[in-house]
């Protein structure tokens, strides 16, 4: 159980230090270049699957059992934070097309940590 839950923590971790890094850098990019914000969002959300599908990965490598399960749940948390960022640190309401967004970063996340299980040296032996 624990390395379960570890590998949730530390994969949802992840997620977030992908996500700061990417957001240093495209904030540096919009500063200092002529590009806007639309022209970059293709970019943005093409990172975020990528971000969930490592941190999947990355908990389902760690926790060497059900990576759907441990993928889902560190898809899972990362929502839930999300969520509860946008709610309580905004103030702004839920949109249909952020839960379907947020959906599809669960089930990434789920094929992430599927993946990461089946490479994982611990499942083999």
């Known amino acids: 159980m624990k390395s379960f839950s570890y590998g949730v923590m530390y994969g949802t971790a992840v997620i977030f230090i992908i996500a700061i890094l990417c957001s240093f850098v495209f904030a540096s990019i919009l500063r200092w270049s002529s590009l806007t914000e639309p022209s970059i969002q293709l970019s943005l959300t093409i990172i975020s699957f990528i971000a969930l599908f490592i941190g999947g990965f990355i908990s389902g490598k760690l926790a060497g059992r059900k990576g759907w399960m441990t993928g889902g749940l560190t898809g899972l948390l990362y929502s839930l934070i999300m969520f509860s960022y946008q709610s309580l640190g905004y103030q702004a309401p839920f949109q249909w097309e952020q839960l379907i967004y947020h959906l599809c970063f669960i ?10 299980v089946n490479l994982s040296s611990k499942h083999r032996s």
């Open 107 to 116: 089930i990434t996340a789920m094929m992430g940590g599927v993946l990461g």
